[in-house]
């Protein structure tokens, strides 16, 4: 399983980015069985942080409380293909945001770190204020 991100760069705050996250490796028999997608990220000096993650079993989604109301999950027309949308970016957003994946079926927390087998190279997203 490969995961490629994109999208980081540098952006005010109260502006806005859209990360892509294409996995290969999986079957269709696998998304149909449940992968869960993740999007997680580290800033200086701070340990990674979960902030999101949706199931490819039933759509299924869940964010950590410091991204709620500004940051959306959804899956492109190819269950490959995970986008997260974030709206409204402070400066304490910045971070190297990072795409993992595992297998699962609904999600109903946001997974923890060890919970995932397969992860990117993560992309930078520099907000300033």
């Known amino acids: 399983v490969q995961i490629v991100e994109s999208g980081g760069g540098s952006v005010q705050a109260g502006g806005s980015l859209r990360l892509s996250c294409t996995v290969s490796?999986?079957?269709?028999?696998?998304?149909?069985?449940?992968?869960?997608i993740g999007w997680f990220r580290q800033a200086p000096g701070k340990e990674r942080e979960g902030i999101s993650c949706i199931s490819s079993y039933d759509g299924s989604t869940n964010y950590a409380d410091s991204v709620k109301g500004r940051f959306t999950i959804s899956s492109g027309n190819a269950k490959n293909t995970v986008y997260l949308q974030m709206n409204r970016l402070e400066a304490e957003d910045t971070a190297v945001y990072y795409c993992?994946?595992?297998?699962?079926?609904?999600?109903?927390?946001?997974?923890?770190?060890?919970?995932?087998?397969?992860w990117g190279q993560g992309t930078q997203v520099t907000v300033s204020s």
């Open positions: 490796g999986f079957t269709e028999r696998d998304y149909g069985i449940g992968v869960v």
């Open positions: 993992a994946a595992t297998y699962g079926t609904q999600v109903v927390v946001v997974l923890e770190e060890n919970e995932f087998d397969y």
